[in-house]
């Protein structure tokens, strides 16, 4: 695997972790586009730093869980303000 490649997916991980943040988010921050951050976290990640790893997928999960809640949030923000 090319090295600038798994600088980039180690340095979203710790990102993720740091940060608590979602795929999109990580994704606008880092210019990227959400399948390549997907990609980086779940599959590269694992190969790379399988500690890390573990942390990512911990709180992709929870962000997982909590998604349709979210989603009813944005709608309600829209048609309140």
């Keep these: ?8 997916t180690k340095q979203l ?7 608590h943040c979602t795929v999109r988010q990580v994704a606008k921050i880092f210019y990227l586009s959400k399948s390549t951050v997907h990609k980086d976290v779940t599959t590269r990640l694992k190969q790379i730093d399988n500690n890390l ?7 992709l999960q929870t962000n997982w869980k909590e998604r ?8 309600k923000q829209k048609y309140l303000g």
């Design 68 to 75: 349709h809640i979210r989603g009813g949030q944005a709608t």
């Design 13 to 19: 991980g710790q990102y993720i972790v740091d940060n």
């Design 1 to 8: 695997m090319n090295n600038y490649i798994e600088q980039r």
């Design 53 to 59: 790893y573990q942390q990512v997928n911990k709180i």
